[in-house]
């Protein structure tokens, strides 16, 4: 494998991740911050602009995992798969604890 298959493994997990608490938040019918919300990142965007992000991150990681070519007999590809979504669940914690609080 190539260097950048290695590369999408662990961006396909922090997509996927990002994924889910924008389509959860949207589906839900929550307000939820979105790079397109103003302040971006801080302010919250609607329930739709949730769903449509949080999909667009499920495209993304998709065709990502795809080109990482993550199999079980490579597990280096799914560790940095992992790693990726551990990677983005606790950037997202600490950048939308501020959400709670407010």
């Keep these: 494998m190539k260097w ?3 590369v999408s493994c662990f961006f396909a997990g922090m997509f996927l991740a990002n994924f889910v608490p924008h ?3 949207g589906i839900s ?5 979105t790079p397109f919300a103003n302040p971006p990142g801080k302010g919250l965007s609607s329930p739709t602009v949730n769903v449509l992000w949080g999909l667009f991150n499920l495209v993304i990681g998709y065709f990502l ?7 079980n007999t ?3 590809t799914v560790i940095l798969f992992f790693v990726g979504i ?3 669940s606790v950037m997202l914690s600490i950048a939308f ?3 709670m609080h407010s």
């Design 29 to 33: 019918g929550d307000g939820f911050p």
């Design 74 to 76: 490579k597990m280096l």
């Design 23 to 25: 389509f959860i938040h």
């Design 86 to 88: 551990v990677t983005m």
């Design 97 to 99: 604890v501020e959400k």
């Design 65 to 71: 995992y795809r080109g990482g070519k993550i199999t």
């Design 4 to 6: 950048y298959n290695y």
